[in-house]
């Protein structure tokens, strides 16, 4: 899969494309990213990709023509069917179901936004879509960017060495993962569960999906909200609840 993030400032990318899964996966040739920056399409010597906004108020305005004019050189540079993906707060909320989807594209296009956001044509024309990573603001879309690729650099097939790790994640199964222990076995009179032990692999599954059910119950209710739980998953529920004394 191939990625394009159109930035005024692309070096920011260059941590991403060094370290951890996503620099790995650019090594072993599984995805590639590339750059565009507007400034390169300025129309101007000062190299003007913003102005200020008709009808006043503070901040800046990116420019329709530069913008434009990288996203028009990222596209031919990509595979056919990469859709222009806008980082902005106006766009829905990204999580894994989008990853997912995102993982199955032959490329993707992500426009990162710079000062008071992007004169509105440009989303009109060159946009597919638009894409929030929270209600919060950054002061760029770089960092979203950097987020939505790790996110789905990690779904594509052979990038982890274990596949199985990927759908064991949290969210992949609409819930948040279940604990998670290692050596040593006591740790300050923390021990670890004794079912963890035991060896028997199906009451451990059992258990993991027992956590994650309450888990989410307890610090992501939203979560559940979202799903329509089987008899087994209402059963290990209502066992969790029971056990820590929490009534339904």
Same mark, same amino acid.
């Given at each position: 899969?191939?990625?394009?993030?159109?930035?005024?400032?692309?070096?920011?990318?260059?941590?991403?494309?060094?370290?951890?899964?996503?620099?790995?996966?650019?090594?072993?040739?599984?995805?590639?990213?590339?750059?565009?920056?507007?400034?390169?399409?300025a129309e101007d010597v000062h190299r003007?990709?913003?102005?200020?906004?008709?009808?006043?108020?503070?901040?800046?305005?990116?420019?329709?023509? &530069?913008?434009?004019?990288?996203?028009?050189?990222?596209?031919?540079?990509?595979?056919?069917?990469?859709?222009?993906?806008c980082l902005t707060p106006q766009g829905?909320?990204?999580?894994?179901?989008?990853?997912?989807?995102?993982?199955?594209?032959?490329?993707?296009?992500?426009?990162?936004?710079?000062?008071?956001?992007?004169?509105?044509?440009?989303? *009109? %024309?060159?946009? %597919?879509?638009?894409?929030?990573?929270?209600?919060?603001?950054?002061?760029?879309?770089?960092? @979203?960017?950097?987020?939505?690729?790790?996110?789905?650099?990690?779904?594509? &097939?052979?990038?982890?060495?274990?596949? =199985?790790s990927a759908v064991q994640d949290s969210?992949?199964?609409?819930?948040? %993962?279940?604990?998670?222990?290692?050596? &040593?076995?006591? /740790?300050?009179?923390?021990? *670890?569960?004794?079912?963890?032990?035991?060896? %028997?692999?199906?009451? /451990?599954?059992?258990?993991?999906?027992?956590? @994650?059910?309450?888990?989410?119950?307890?610090?992501?209710?939203?979560?559940? =909200?979202?799903?329509?739980?089987?008899? =087994?998953?209402?059963?290990?529920?209502? =066992?969790?609840?029971?056990?820590?004394?929490?009534?339904?």
């Open positions: 899969m191939d990625f394009a993030v159109v930035s005024l400032f692309p070096e920011m990318l260059a941590p991403i494309a060094a370290h951890g899964i996503v620099g790995r996966a650019l090594e072993r040739g599984l995805i590639g990213l590339d750059t565009e920056n507007p400034r390169d399409h003007t990709v913003d102005d200020r906004p008709y009808g006043g108020g503070p901040g800046m305005v990116m420019k329709y023509a &530069p913008v434009t004019a990288a996203l028009d050189a990222a596209r031919a540079r990509m595979p056919a069917g990469s859709p222009v993906v829905r909320v990204f999580d894994q179901a989008v990853a997912q989807r995102y993982a199955k594209l032959p490329g993707l296009i992500l426009l990162a936004g710079r000062y008071e956001g992007f004169d509105e044509r440009i989303i *009109v %024309d060159a946009v %597919d879509e638009e894409l929030s990573l929270g209600d919060f603001v950054l002061s760029g879309g770089e960092i @979203a960017a950097m987020a939505v690729i790790d996110a789905v650099t990690r779904l594509l &097939p052979g990038v982890l060495g274990d596949a =199985e969210f992949m199964q609409g819930l948040l %993962d279940h604990p998670h222990y290692t050596r &040593p076995e006591r /740790i300050a009179a923390q021990d *670890v569960p004794a079912v963890l032990l035991s060896g %028997d692999h199906a009451q /451990i599954a059992r258990w993991r999906k027992k956590q @994650a059910l309450g888990r989410s119950y307890l610090r992501r209710p939203d979560l559940l =909200e979202k799903l329509t739980l089987d008899s =087994e998953q209402q059963a290990l529920l209502d =066992e969790f609840l029971k056990e820590s004394g929490i009534e339904i």
